[in-house]
């Protein structure tokens, strides 16, 4: 007898709204495809989502029952509730449910927590790819597994570790430094690699030295040469500096430093004259292909020539994976298939022509030892490579530009290398006291351009583009001459270290073994976001608070932010994936320690409550800047409220996002003596009497009128007539050049703009004030925000009588602001059947589709949006249900990552 097939419509359930719709073209209406919209469950993220049931249980709120096998705790956010109904429903009647989470540890980990939590009836499958094409999915349909419990350990242990982590050390700081602080296995360390750098240019010591070009003439061929040595010895450049003392290094012997006087002498006396040929030397050069883009490459790369963020890169890569245009953007591997190096080697011998074609593929060793984040490197997906200049109109500006690096880096990766010449030629001129002068020049010929063709952007244009790197000497032999037209001598002076990029960072941390390329760019974000450190240009910059934070763990947690220990967690960590280790085991030896006789080794809870107490928060938060004139201490000391300047019994705020290095101690006395000269008094109000001053606070700079009062020691306290009347400053000013008029009528706010009859035939004033909002403009119960470049103080009776004749918005808009015309109507949404539009809100550029809002990421370009992103991210705010409702409590979760 036949077996009957299964009743239902089989169900394919993947992570992202895009990845279900690009999916869903292969697979058509025979299937049922949902996203999970990433994690459907969590350990608890405060106490709020712990089970009723838990609440009394001490270990609920960390998630983690320590004493019962570390079991976790996994919840249900709220606002997942109801898509997971709504999962639950669909498997319910489904004849065979495919798991189709991304192929790497954290994919294969929600794909178990979904079988938890949906407990399915139907069989159950993982399918998994590592390019959305209809051929992936159709094989991946073919060849399903059951889902790898060794990747589910490790992923889980990864998340159990940071919590531990998190959780255990984030209060320590809270008690020691300050509230809200954060602390994490890779975060931490990243932190330090940051402060270690500002550490070293705090101790440069800048030193200045001159240097002397000569351009030459060799016929119509001119071309530039550098003096690198007199007679004997070697003229020194910056590198021969130590940058802590700023004298040359120990050991540079025969060795001369240029000053000012002596180069331009050096000038003047060989000016005119004519440099033989001392030798001439030509070496043969072969530049070899770089290996295809990994997770951290690629977003090292993007920040290189893009200028992209790490987020940035990773949200287009993402995008362009969902879309079917590349392959998974999270791995560590450089091998490409046998599919795609056939693609490539096709597209090459089309395009540039066989002579490009190496006579075997190349093949690109790992360097990551456990490279298992995905099965090959990131390239264009599919069989035949999209050429960058045909992918479809509706792709993103961001999408293009990384498609097409990925583009050229996989097909540069398999073509022949770049072939050339260098040359060296030494010249000498006679100088009087110095002996002979001797000249360097280099140049530089390619031969034959191999895979830098992939990089150069008009074929026809080639040769012109590739003459452009080259550096051609005029073709002197030895004992020849060259006349010197011109000698530029010019002074320098050593540079601090460069600042930590969010490429270097990325390039330093996968270096070391640190953490995994698809935690970088989540873990850049976060530190910036916990304010340890701020963006300048492309540097990662730390704040004071970081020292502190930093200096607290490696005087009293050294082992948390060591670099080989990190790394070796890492490995640690990797052997549960690969089934050589046990998670219980890993847990217990992290939190517990080994109590056993020979090795006695405490955990992460006994070390921090052993080292708590011995925390001075005064020496910890403290940064030493040196002494003044009178001997006293200069430091900086980072507060409840912020960093500040500190010296005897003065104090001072240090002005935001200042980099470390650049608090100086002559910059810091000066602060302090202009924070001791107090508050800069504009006059006094003709009204009262009362002194008016302009301060600067913790919010901002301020007007004051009048002085604060000492609250009377008996009776009832009157809060209000002891505080002084306050008013923020305006747009446009400034606290340097404030006047006593403005100051008076800031503090007279509110202004009444003019009277206006209302529709109910009242008259009305409409008054003109700076809320908390912003400046506002209210007329009866009606309220209209000010439009930029207007102030209280400067609209006029027709702007406002503009403004209320124009509705005003309601949800996403400012409270008061005139509903605003959509910046682009991008198209109509199949889900609303309504035009989804473009607006600026409050909060930033978001996009409607009459019943969802959904808000544009700051790094993505609003000019740049399509209708199919814009769809996109309104799924992911509609998968996620109404929002919750903020309620403001003391405290805030610990960061764990």
Same mark, same amino acid.
Not at 15 to 30: M, N, Q, V, Y
Not at 409 to 423: S, Y
Not at 487 to 500: D, E, F, M, N, S
């Given at each position: 007898?036949?077996?009957?097939?299964?009743?239902?419509?089989?169900?394919?359930?993947?992570? %992202?709204?895009?990845?279900?719709?690009?999916?869903?073209?292969?697979? &058509?209406?025979?299937?049922?495809?949902?996203?999970?919209?990433?994690?459907?469950?969590?350990?608890?993220?405060?106490?709020?989502?712990?089970?009723?049931?838990?609440?009394?249980?001490?270990?609920?709120?960390?998630?983690?029952?320590?004493?019962?096998?570390?079991?976790?705790?996994?919840?249900? !956010?709220?606002?997942?509730?109801?898509?997971?109904?709504?999962?639950?429903?669909?498997?319910?009647?489904?004849?065979?449910?495919?798991?189709?989470?991304?192929?790497?540890?954290?994919?294969?980990?929600? %794909?178990?927590?979904?079988?938890?939590?949906?407990?399915?009836?139907?069989?159950?499958?993982?399918?998994?790819?590592? =390019?959305?094409?209809?051929?992936?999915?159709?094989?991946?349909?073919?060849?399903?597994?059951?889902?790898?419990?060794?990747?589910? =350990?490790?992923?889980?242990?990864?998340?159990?570790?940071? #919590?531990l982590y998190g959780y255990t050390v984030s209060p320590l700081l809270w008690k020691k430094v300050r509230p809200k602080l954060s602390a994490g296995r890779v975060q931490s360390v990243a932190v330090r690699l940051i402060v270690e750098r500002e550490r070293e240019r705090m101790r440069f010591v800048p030193a200045e030295y001159w240097s002397l070009d000569a351009v030459l003439a060799a016929g119509e061929a001119t071309f530039t040469a550098s003096l690198q040595g007199l007679g004997t010895d070697r003229v020194a450049t910056g590198r021969d500096f130590d940058q802590e003392t700023g004298k040359p290094k120990k050991g540079a012997a025969g060795l001369v430093v240029l000053g000012e006087k002596q180069t331009v002498a050096l000038a003047n006396e060989l000016a005119g004259q004519k440099a033989t040929v001392v030798d001439v030397e030509q070496k043969p050069y072969t530049e070899r292909p770089y290996a295809p883009f990994t997770t951290s490459t690629l977003q090292q790369e993007a920040a290189r020539k893009l200028r992209f963020a790490a987020q940035r890169t990773m949200r287009a890569a993402q995008r362009l994976y969902e879309n079917g245009f590349i392959?998974?953007?999270?791995?560590?591997?450089?091998?490409?298939?046998?599919?795609?190096?056939?693609?490539?080697?096709?597209?090459?011998?089309?395009?540039?022509?066989?002579?490009?074609?190496?006579?075997?593929?190349?093949?690109?060793?790992?360097?990551?030892?456990?490279?298992? =984040?995905?099965?090959?490197?990131?390239?264009?997906?599919?069989?035949?490579?999209?050429?960058?200049?045909?992918?479809?109109?509706?792709?993103?500006?961001?999408?293009?530009?990384?498609?097409?690096?990925?583009?050229?880096?996989?097909?540069?990766?398999?073509?022949?290398?770049?072939?050339?010449?260098?040359?060296?030629?030494?010249?000498?001129?006679?100088?009087?006291?110095?002996?002979?002068?001797?000249?360097?020049?280099?140049?530089?010929?390619?031969?034959?351009?191999?895979? #830098?063709?992939?990089?150069?952007?008009?074929?026809? =244009?080639?040769?012109?583009?590739?003459?452009?790197?080259?550096?051609?000497?005029?073709?002197?032999?030895?004992?020849? %001459?060259?006349?010197?037209?011109?000698?530029?001598?010019?002074?320098?002076?050593?540079?601090?270290?460069?600042?930590?990029?969010?490429? &270097?960072?990325?390039?330093?941390?996968?270096?070391?073994?640190?953490?995994?390329?698809?935690?970088?760019?989540?873990?850049?974000?976060?530190?910036?976001?916990?304010?340890?450190?701020?963006?300048?240009?492309?540097?990662?910059?730390?704040?004071?608070?970081?020292?502190?934070?930093?200096?607290?763990?490696?005087?009293?947690?050294?082992?948390?932010?060591?670099?080989?220990?990190?790394?070796?967690?890492?490995?640690?960590?990797?052997?549960?994936?690969?089934?050589?280790?046990?998670?219980?085991?890993?847990?217990?030896?992290?939190?517990?320690?080994?109590?056993?006789?020979?090795?006695?080794?405490?955990?992460?809870?006994?070390?921090?409550?052993?080292?708590?107490?011995?925390?001075?928060?005064?020496?910890?938060?403290?940064?030493?800047?040196?002494?003044?004139?009178?001997?006293?201490?200069?430091?900086?000391?980072?507060?409840?409220?912020?960093?500040?300047?500190?010296?005897?019994?003065?104090?001072?705020?240090?002005?935001?996002?200042?980099?470390?290095?650049?608090?100086?101690?002559?910059?810091?006395?000066?602060?302090?003596?202009?924070?001791?000269?107090?508050?800069?008094?504009?006059?006094?109000?003709?009204?009262?009497?009362?002194?008016?001053?302009?301060?600067?606070?913790?919010?901002?700079?301020?007007?004051?009128?009048?002085?604060?009062?000492?609250?009377?020691?008996?009776?009832?306290?009157?809060?209000?007539?002891?505080?002084?009347?306050?008013? +923020?400053?305006?747009?446009?000013?400034?606290?340097?050049?404030?006047?006593?008029?403005?100051?008076?009528?800031?503090?007279?706010?509110?202004?009444?703009?003019?009277?206006?009859?209302?529709?109910?035939?009242?008259?009305?004033?409409?008054?003109?004030?700076?809320?908390?909002?912003?400046?506002?403009?209210?007329? &009866?119960?009606?309220?209209?925000?000010?439009?930029?470049?207007?102030? !209280?103080?400067?609209?006029?009776?027709?702007?406002?009588?503009?403004?209320?004749?124009?509705?005003?918005?309601?949800?996403?808009?400012?409270?008061?602001?005139?509903?605003?015309?959509?910046?682009?109507?991008?198209?109509? +949404?199949?889900?609303?059947?309504?035009?989804?539009?473009?607006?600026?809100?409050?909060?930033?550029?978001?996009?409607?589709?009459?019943?969802?809002?959904?808000?544009?990421?700051?790094?993505?370009?609003?000019?740049?949006?399509?209708?199919? #992103?814009?769809?996109?991210?309104?799924?992911?705010?509609?998968?996620?249900?109404?929002?919750?409702?903020? %309620?403001?409590?003391?405290?805030?979760?610990?960061?764990? +990552?």
């Amino acid at each position: 007898m036949a077996s009957s097939k299964p009743k239902g419509t089989p169900v394919v359930i993947v992570e %992202s709204p895009a990845k279900a719709r690009t999916i869903g073209k292969f697979l &058509g209406s025979d299937y049922r495809i949902e996203a999970s919209i990433g994690h459907i469950r969590d350990l608890p993220g405060d106490a709020s989502e712990v089970p009723e049931e838990l609440k009394k249980e001490k270990w609920a709120k960390l998630g983690i029952d320590v004493q019962n096998d570390f079991k976790a705790l996994y919840v249900v !956010p709220a606002d997942k509730k109801d898509h997971l109904k709504k999962l639950k429903a669909m498997v319910k009647d489904a004849s065979i449910l495919y798991l189709a989470t991304d192929e790497d540890r954290e994919g294969e980990s929600i %794909s178990w927590h979904l079988v938890q939590e949906l407990q399915p009836k139907c069989e159950t499958k993982r399918m998994v790819f590592h =390019e959305i094409t209809k051929t992936a999915i159709l094989e991946a349909l073919q060849n399903p597994r059951e889902i790898d419990m060794d990747l589910v =350990e490790a992923q889980e242990t990864r998340r159990l570790v940071d #919590r531990l982590y998190g959780y255990t050390v984030s209060p320590l700081l809270w008690k020691k430094v300050r509230p809200k602080l954060s602390a994490g296995r890779v975060q931490s360390v990243a932190v330090r690699l940051i402060v270690e750098r500002e550490r070293e240019r705090m101790r440069f010591v800048p030193a200045e030295y001159w240097s002397l070009d000569a351009v030459l003439a060799a016929g119509e061929a001119t071309f530039t040469a550098s003096l690198q040595g007199l007679g004997t010895d070697r003229v020194a450049t910056g590198r021969d500096f130590d940058q802590e003392t700023g004298k040359p290094k120990k050991g540079a012997a025969g060795l001369v430093v240029l000053g000012e006087k002596q180069t331009v002498a050096l000038a003047n006396e060989l000016a005119g004259q004519k440099a033989t040929v001392v030798d001439v030397e030509q070496k043969p050069y072969t530049e070899r292909p770089y290996a295809p883009f990994t997770t951290s490459t690629l977003q090292q790369e993007a920040a290189r020539k893009l200028r992209f963020a790490a987020q940035r890169t990773m949200r287009a890569a993402q995008r362009l994976y969902e879309n079917g245009f590349i392959t998974y953007m999270r791995t560590d591997s450089t091998t490409l298939s046998t599919q795609a190096i056939a693609a490539a080697r096709t597209l090459i011998g089309r395009e540039f022509g066989p002579q490009y074609l190496p006579d075997a593929p190349r093949a690109y060793a790992n360097k990551v030892k456990n490279a298992q =984040e995905a099965h090959e490197a990131i390239r264009p997906a599919g069989n035949e490579f999209v050429h960058y200049k045909e992918l479809p109109g509706d792709v993103g500006t961001d999408e293009r530009a990384v498609y097409e690096l990925i583009w050229r880096r996989t097909v540069a990766c398999q073509m022949k290398d770049a072939t050339g010449q260098r040359t060296t030629m030494t010249l000498g001129m006679a100088t009087r006291s110095h002996g002979q002068a001797k000249f360097v020049a280099t140049g530089k010929t390619v031969e034959f351009a191999g895979y #830098r063709l992939a990089y150069v952007e008009d074929i026809d =244009e080639a040769d012109a583009e590739l003459a452009e790197t080259e550096r051609v000497l005029p073709a002197l032999q030895t004992g020849q %001459s060259a006349n010197a037209r011109e000698l530029k001598p010019a002074g320098h002076t050593t540079q601090p270290p460069v600042r930590i990029s969010e490429a &270097g960072l990325i390039k330093e941390l996968e270096a070391r073994g640190i953490g995994r390329p698809s935690t970088y760019a989540a873990i850049i974000e976060t530190i910036v976001r916990r304010e340890y450190v701020f963006k300048r240009g492309t540097a990662l910059v730390p704040t004071f608070t970081a020292f502190a934070v930093v200096d607290l763990l490696a005087q009293y947690l050294g082992w948390l932010v060591d670099y080989e220990f990190t790394a070796k967690m890492e490995d640690d960590l990797d052997e549960i994936s690969v089934g050589k280790a046990r998670r219980l085991d890993y847990l217990k030896l992290f939190f517990l320690g080994d109590d056993s006789t020979k090795k006695n080794a405490p955990g992460l809870r006994d070390r921090v409550s052993g080292v708590e107490e011995h925390i001075d928060p005064r020496k910890i938060c403290s940064i030493p800047l040196g002494t003044n004139e009178q001997g006293e201490l200069v430091e900086v000391r980072v507060g409840r409220y912020g960093p500040f300047l500190s010296c005897g019994d003065k104090r001072a705020p240090v002005p935001d996002e200042t980099p470390p290095d650049e608090m100086t101690l002559g910059k810091a006395i000066e602060l302090l003596k202009k924070g001791g000269e107090g508050p800069k008094k504009l006059g006094d109000d003709p009204a009262t009497g009362l002194p008016v001053f302009v301060k600067v606070g913790r919010f901002g700079p301020y007007f004051q009128l009048g002085e604060a009062k000492e609250p009377a020691k008996k009776g009832k306290k009157d809060k209000k007539a002891d505080k002084p009347k306050m008013a +923020s400053l305006l747009a446009g000013m400034d606290v340097e050049t404030v006047t006593l008029e403005q100051a008076l009528a800031t503090l007279s706010l509110p202004r009444t703009v003019g009277v206006a009859k209302t529709a109910e035939g009242k008259d009305e004033p409409i008054l003109a004030a700076n809320g908390r909002f912003g400046p506002y403009l209210k007329w &009866g119960t009606d309220t209209r925000s000010i439009p930029a470049g207007h102030t !209280p103080l400067t609209v006029d009776m027709a702007l406002a009588q503009q403004l209320f004749a124009q509705p005003k918005t309601g949800g996403r808009g400012r409270p008061g602001s005139v509903a605003q015309k959509a910046r682009r109507e991008l198209g109509e +949404s199949p889900v609303t059947n309504k035009v989804v539009k473009l607006l600026d809100g409050r909060y930033g550029t978001y996009v409607t589709d009459g019943t969802s809002n959904a808000t544009l990421p700051k790094d993505e370009n609003p000019d740049e949006l399509t209708l199919a #992103r814009a769809l996109e991210l309104l799924a992911a705010r509609a998968a996620k249900g109404p929002a919750k409702k903020r %309620s403001f409590r003391r405290g805030k979760k610990a960061a764990s +990552s």
